[in-house]
């Protein structure tokens, strides 16, 4: 464990608040918590909720194609809420600005229940831990300007990434 050590070795900064290995691994489960929460409120939004409404027998099929998507949108703005005051009580600085950062980030990255539906389950658990954890770690700098820049670019970079 001597990288991780290096990891969270960090001398008094003028310009980074410290941050605990306790505190990251919180935030890691937290947000992973949180991609299991996700998915099964969208999963269920979906089939008892959505499909019910928007997808009825005299409904046209094109508009029953964005129901798991309208469900993940739904179901991530509700956990995201959950978690501010979670990633608060951890001592975490500015929790709002890092759930809006992973929000920006995860928007979009879509829930599916096909085939392979324990490995949706894992992509997004394991999706939610490291946007998280990226977005705590990041929000780290002092200066408040300074953290909303650079938690802007990595919403940027992460669009891109999960978009591919």
């Known amino acids: 464990m001597k990288w991780f050590e290096k990891v969270f ?8 608040f410290p941050v605990t290995p306790a505190v990251f691994w919180r935030v890691v ?3 992973m918590v949180g991609g299991v929460v ?13 499909k019910q409404i928007i997808c009825g027998p005299t409904a046209d ?3 029953c194609t964005n129901s798991a998507q309208i469900g993940a949108y739904v179901a991530l703005v509700l956990v995201s809420v959950m978690l501010v005051p979670i ?6 600085r500015r929790p709002l600005l890092v759930v809006l950062a992973a ?11 096909a085939e392979v539906w324990w490995l949706s389950l894992m992509v997004t658990t394991v999706a939610f831990g490291f946007v998280y954890a990226t977005a705590m ?10 953290a909303i820049i650079v938690l802007a670019i990595f919403v940027l970079l992460a669009r891109v990434v999960l978009s591919l």
């Open 103 to 113: 929000v920006g980030a995860l928007w979009g990255v879509g829930v599916s229940t």
């Open 137 to 146: 770690w990041l929000n780290r700098t002092r200066g408040n300007v300074a």
């Open 9 to 16: 070795h960090e001398e008094e900064s003028g310009y980074m």
């Open 61 to 63: 099929p094109s508009m």
């Open 38 to 50: 996700t998915w099964l409120i969208a999963l269920a939004l979906d089939r008892f909720i959505l």
């Open 87 to 92: 990633i608060a009580l951890n001592r975490v």
């Open 29 to 31: 489960i937290s947000g």
